[in-house]
């Protein structure tokens, strides 16, 4: 697996990262199990980059992911996130905080669910508009000093937000939904701004939910308790759509030899040096697949004949039912 580097002068990670939080909640049952050999089997293949947040499962996916890791942490590069607070009697309940000492009692928290005495990324999860976005930094920046975190991520953040946060402390990585169905950063300013200000891009759901891996055929064959039942490109009309290009792109796929999903990687991979693509899975034969992406170097002609089956805005449908949180 190769190396690269997340934000201008910081550390080197695995070329492919591990998206931990379905394991936990969101995407069916949970298998702890089969959930721990998937992380292990990852570091085996130097898939070192791991992805999790306190509120997967309600702190169970931190709790999981160090149990995983446990004897193991001087391979991994962990990242984990904070701000979006889920109501314990509701969980699909959700606010937003970035105050100070909620960053703080966060950050302790997901050190002892995680087992460790740092971690090396730490993300604001979502953007607090009743919080100064440079307060919040400023609290993330105290927990570095203080050997409780290594370097510091945005998730979901626009780009004035951005540039605030950027001005306050280092800013090392901006996490967001990025795939072929998901391109908002090509055209809303972020891309421009994280290469502007040498930070990397660490695209969630690169294989858009798993409907880019051409493995499901319909929203009636996900687990009742599956969100995606709810997400708008899963909506009967607009899966028919997308399944439509996808299948287009599954072609193009089989000419080249890989499968769907690493032809969608692999074009994410293309975009830029500075991005570094975290697909979650919870199984160790689609980790496998996953990983063989990084191997996959499209040629020139390959990605412009990806770009006419699939041009920016072709998918059916918004990314997420919800869209309050994200920060545009």
Known sequence: MKLRRLGRGGPLVSE??????????????PDD????????????????????ADMYG??????????????RREQVFLAT???????????????ISGKPAYVRAACEASLRRLGVDYVDLYYQHRVDAETAIEETVGAMHELVREGKVRYLGLSEAAPPNIRKAAATAPIHALQSEYSLFSRD???????????????????YSPLGRGILTAKITGVDELPADDFRRSNPRYANQNFDRNAALVKRLEELASEIGVTPAQLALAWVLAQG???????GTKRVSYLEENAAAAEVRLTPPQLARIEAIVPRGAAAGDRTADMRFVNR
């Not at 492919?16 to 049952?29: D, H, I, K, T």
């Not at 309600?58 to 004897?71: K, M």
């Not at 996130?81 to 606010?95: A, E, L, T, W």
């Open 273 to 279: 040096e500075e991005i570094v693509p975290i697909p």
């Open 33 to 52: 199990a089969e959930s721990i050999r998937t992380i292990q089997r990852a570091l085996q293949l130097g898939i070192t980059f791991l992805d999790t």
């Open 185 to 203: 950063p090509e055209a809303n300013g972020v891309f421009e701004t994280v290469r502007e200000l040498g930070i990397g891009f660490v695209p």
């Open 16 to 29: 492919v990262g591990l998206g931990c939080m379905g394991m936990s909640e969101f995407y069916g049952r």
């Open 81 to 95: 996130k904070f701000g979006i607070v889920r109501d314990p009697n509701d969980p699909s309940r959700r606010g």
């Open 58 to 71: 309600a702190g169970r996916n931190e709790e999981l992911v160090g149990r995983a890791i446990a004897g």
